[in-house]
């Protein structure tokens, strides 16, 4: 593999017109109504250069970044899952023949535009989240052959995260700021002056990196990205405590906590939309108004619905709370059981799009602390507790 090289900030447009060349469709991050989002991105020019963002629980503005900064700002609004992984997607046909039926299955590649994608700006936490998908959706005894045929050809420019955000908390969870192994370029933009290191991990990457008007990178310039990560790491806004929660979370599934949660929850399922790793899906289908036609959909589902739950005559989680209960006990415990990784990916973006500001990091403390609190009263009193759950 190439050494790590420099690439100056013209060199961009560079890199958009060489993954254009070779076929790809560039998505990278633009400004669009009032937050930074990924788009179609033909020109350089159109990045947010100069813009940042403020995220806080419930909260989401832009704000001046530092003048000339290309990826001045925490994460985009939606993750790459809706690329990769789209909200709805048509899976066949149905047509009435003279004699029943026929099926026609659609693939990714009968969409008018299949272009392989090229995504510009993935965040470390957002590598890691589609490294989770790739292992939940290509790596078990069923391959999802739409996921399979979008993410094999697409091409992953990774930036490392030089302002992360007030909800952000990848470096307590080991995703960030410097993305890890799951791209096939990282870029860490660098200042005084402007530059950008690049270093490329795939051998598809490599051949991108060989066709970029670059120079070896230096000591110095190696020396810079460690010192922003380490800046970064120090800006986290958030953080996660992870080593006990495969056993805290099922142990509290009785904890009081889950009702105060519910007082504020509106299931109104942004959470799960907006998470770069929940996959849930369901099934529609529809037929046109003659009948002749129908089409099975396969669209993103929530396990803050109430259908959701639905078993044979009722919904099993009625109640909010237990919604809540269920989402965060797989995405950070069972999840574990069940695919070998915690779900969460410490990317803030649930705590940022929660209309009612529920944050995480923070129920997670107070269930741990309640915990503690009833054990410490279980211990005093020889585990003799009336009443009362962890
Ligand atoms: S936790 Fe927040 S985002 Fe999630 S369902 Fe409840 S109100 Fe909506
Ligand atoms: S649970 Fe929240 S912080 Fe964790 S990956 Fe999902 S959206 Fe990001």
Same mark, same amino acid.
Request: hydrophobic content about 40%; charged content about 20%.
């Given at each position: ?8 900030? $013209?060199?961009l447009q560079?890199?958009?017109d ?20 990924l788009?179609?991105?033909? #020109? ?37 899952? *809706? ?6 997607? &048509? ?5 009435r023949?003279?004699d029943?039926?026929?099926?026609e299955?659609?693939? =990714?590649?009968?969409? =008018?535009?299949?272009?392989? !994608? ?8 957002? !590598? ?24 094999e ?8 995260? $030089? ?15 410097? =993305? ?11 200042t ?5 290191l690049?270093? *490329? ?18 000591? #110095?310039?190696l020396? *810079? ?15 996660l405590?992870?080593?006990? &929660? ?5 142990? $509290?599934?009785? $904890? =009081? ?37 129908d ?16 078993i ?10 237990s919604?809540?209960?269920?989402? &965060? ?7 574990q ?7 969460c ?32 009263v ?13």
């Amino acid at each position: 593999m190439a050494g790590p090289a420099i690439l100056a900030p $013209s060199g961009l447009q560079a890199l958009l017109d060489v993954l254009r060349a070779r076929g790809y469709r560039v998505l990278g991050p633009q400004v669009r109504d009032g937050a930074i989002v990924l788009a179609e991105l033909a #020109d350089a020019a159109a990045l947010p250069v100069g813009v940042g963002d403020a995220q806080a629980p419930g909260r989401y503005r832009l704000r001046d970044g530092e003048p000339d900064r290309v990826f001045g700002f925490a994460t985009t609004a939606q993750s790459p899952k *809706a690329v990769l992984f789209p909200p709805d997607e &048509l899976l066949w046909r149905g047509r009435r023949t003279a004699d029943g039926f026929s099926i026609e299955p659609v693939a =990714p590649a009968d969409e =008018p535009d299949h272009r392989p !994608v090229a995504v510009l700006g993935v965040r470390g936490c957002d !590598v890691a989240a589609i490294g989770i998908h790739d292992r939940v959706l290509l790596g078990r005894a069923h391959v999802d052959a739409h996921y399979a045929a979008r993410r094999e050809e697409a091409f992953l420019v990774a930036v490392t995260c $030089s302002a992360p955000g007030g909800t952000c908390f990848c470096a307590s969870v080991g995703t960030g700021p410097r =993305p890890r192994a799951g791209s096939d370029l990282v870029l860490t933009e660098l200042t005084e002056p402007h530059r950008f290191l690049v270093e *490329a991990t795939t051998a598809a990457g490599e051949a991108v990196l060989a066709e970029l008007p670059t120079a070896p990178a230096t000591a #110095d310039d190696l020396a *810079a990205a460690d010192a922003l990560v380490e800046a970064a790491t120090a800006q986290m806004g958030r953080s996660l405590r992870t080593d006990d &929660l495969h056993e805290l979370l099922p142990a $509290s599934a009785e $904890s =009081p906590r889950w009702a105060a949660i519910a007082e504020r929850c509106l299931a109104c399922t942004n959470c799960t939309a907006v998470c770069p790793t929940c996959f849930c899906t369901g099934v529609e289908d529809a037929s046109d108004l003659t009948g002749d036609l129908d089409e099975r959909h396969r669209v993103w589902d929530s396990c803050f619905s109430l259908p959701y739950s639905y078993i044979h005559g009722g919904a099993v989680r009625t109640w909010t709370a237990s919604r809540y209960r269920q989402w &965060l006990t797989h995405k950070l415990a069972s999840w574990q059981d069940q695919f070998g990784t915690s779900g969460c990916v410490g990317c803030g973006r649930c705590i940022t799009w929660c209309p009612a500001g529920i944050d995480l990091t923070a129920e997670v403390a107070t269930i741990r602390e309640l915990a503690e609190a009833h054990d410490a009263v279980a211990a005093a009193s020889d585990g003799d507790v009336l009443g009362g759950h962890r």
